[in-house]
């Protein structure tokens, strides 16, 4: 039988971050953006980026790799650019306002960047990617991720998993989304089935000798990640450790540490978010019938032999996000696991995921109708 | 026997590329911007994409895909952007029209995109990221191509295999710069097998029933390239195809035409550059000592069984470009195919690669030394 034992509404579990973040004595304006990020991303089904996240956080905190009292800090910034000092504070509220400020030069100028040092785990890269698309910009979210990867001709792990994510936006069909480690898988796949005792596929690990290995176990502290296609990922890796990392004047390659596991030091992840202003260029409306016709071009293709549909990027998470809306989630054990987890640190009550008044027996839909 | 007898100066390939494109009617202006562009390329060793693509883009003209007579235009602009119609002209000189404007603009604001619609094939994507490189900045450049690639799902081509290019200096070490089709491999490579009768590796393309195939003879009219990566270098694709095609007001998808094949039809292809201002954000020096620091490392790191060097992208066509300058090229087999057959169209002498004297039997370096 599942852990989730009914639906979970995203208002509740916003709440329930909210709650524990408080707890954790996080002030509440800061609190409810990162429950923003983790429960939006929740709701495309991302569960290994959402929720989940948020009992190592808040460890993060407590071991002291990060700095719960700490804000964000402005120290640079031009007519198209940012530069943001973490000062290694709670990362989503750090990255969504500099993806903020990149969305506000690019209203100015046509394109902004904004970078982030001195950050830590941003969860979803595409959530940053869709505020912006939100605003009817392009959106892009990279950051650095501590090594956990090996490129060709290394033994163990050089660079991180450094995702890329972009967001667009459309007209009557949905927006599209891609968020994608470098590496062949991220690396919360691997915990995700680590986790619950199972072997992961062919390809995704090396182990200590450099070779391929389908046993997770000793990862991350034995083996590495594979690069997606090979050289390829790699060049893709290493151009997000530059975007990030380098350009921001933050820390690089194994100038990263570990935010969830190995030696307490300080994170220091860079995050860079960049906006593209497409009304510069055209108008909305033609772009958003443009990116329609381009959709429909892609999902009217041709079928191969045992498919049935294509699906654009993005497409899946949008219709995962309809159905939490409608109907609320059944969070995953490994997502349920770390929740109650955090809620035994925090001496909360893990059935308030359920509603407000969970505890007395009636969620809120039924309460209101 | 190989068919390039002596190794081939830069300049003496360059000045016969210009003579080329002079005899085809172009202006010499436009002549050395192109030959500049595919001659670095062949300095680099990306032989697919240098001087060998000079026939067909001839070609292209003489079948009225392209005007040879066009000049690219400006058709709007702001403080970070700028859009420039084509108006199917030679894709080099707008190419880099494009983006010395985008570096231009990113002088003044910290980062900047141009977008080039109604363009053909462009060459190697990093030949413009590396122009920014040159002025100190991040450049990043893609361009869209006539669909040759399946995604997944699809039975048949449903996009190209639009490349992403980025280009980033360094200090004592060599600029690093990765150049990708967004396929498992470029077109260029299954027709470089093709055209010399081999068969091709499992895994790069689908044969007309979507299934893997070894044999590219049926290429490009039946058939399909495979995304690198699967959904991950079909999202990247989707990305250049929005970025280029989308955001540029120009064609995208089914609305491209091929430019070296099928039917005769305009060519549309559209290009975006980006370039981002280093010194806006940290001191340039400061900068490339990062770079030089991450290089460092990445090639320091201990070695996997059986490789004894890790290269950082861009490192080979380095060395490979110090090499071409100092000995010269050995062009391969496909490359001298096509420059020969393009002395046939034009009247030109062949044996003028060797040298402007070389008729005579002596090169510049002979005479010079």
Request: proline letters at 7%; a negative charge.
């Amino acid at each position: 039988m599942p852990l989730c034992v009914k639906p979970v509404r995203p208002d509740d579990l916003h709440a329930f971050c909210v709650e524990a973040m408080l707890k954790a004595g996080m002030d509440r304006a800061d609190a409810d953006i990162t429950a923003e990020v983790l429960v939006a991303t929740d709701t495309w089904g991302t569960y290994t980026h959402g929720t989940k996240q948020l009992r190592p956080l808040l460890q993060s905190y407590r071991d002291g790799r990060m700095d719960l009292h700490a804000k964000p800090e402005l120290v640079g910034q031009g007519a198209s650019w940012a530069t943001f000092d973490g000062h290694h504070s709670m990362p989503m509220p750090a990255s969504v306002l500099a993806m903020t400020a990149a969305i506000d030069k690019a209203h100015q100028t046509g394109i902004a960047v904004a970078t982030v040092r001195n950050s830590g785990h941003y969860g979803a890269a595409g959530y940053y990617a869709h505020l912006a698309a939100r605003q009817d910009m392009i959106g892009l979210s990279f950051t650095n991720v501590d090594p956990c990867m090996a490129v060709p001709g290394s033994r163990g792990p050089v660079l991180g998993t450094n995702p890329i994510a972009y967001a667009v936006p459309a007209g009557d069909e949905p927006p599209v989304m891609l968020d994608i480690a470098t590496s062949v898988v991220a690396a919360s796949k691997v915990f995700a089935l680590r986790d619950v005792g199972k072997p992961i596929p062919d390809g995704w690990l090396v182990n200590a000798d450099g070779l391929p290995t389908t046993d997770p176990t000793g990862y991350p502290a034995v083996g590495a990640l594979l690069p997606m296609a090979a050289h390829k990922g790699y060049g893709l890796a290493l151009m997000v450790e530059i975007l990030t990392g380098v350009l921001s004047g933050g820390a690089f390659g194994n100038g990263i540490s570990s935010w969830g596991g190995g030696p307490v030091a300080p994170v220091s992840q860079s995050h860079t978010f960049i906006a593209i202003h497409i009304a510069a260029f055209e108008p909305v409306a033609d772009f958003k019938r443009r990116m329609d016709e381009l959709t429909r071009q892609i999902r009217s293709a041709p079928k191969a032999k045992g498919s049935d549909r294509i699906y654009l990027p993005g497409e899946m998470e949008h219709e995962s996000r309809q159905r939490a809306i409608e109907d609320g989630m059944a969070l995953p054990d490994h997502v349920m696991l770390r929740l109650q987890g955090m809620a035994e640190d925090l001496g909360l009550d893990l059935i308030r995921i359920y509603g407000q008044h969970a505890a007395g027996g009636a969620t809120r839909k039924e309460r209101h109708g």
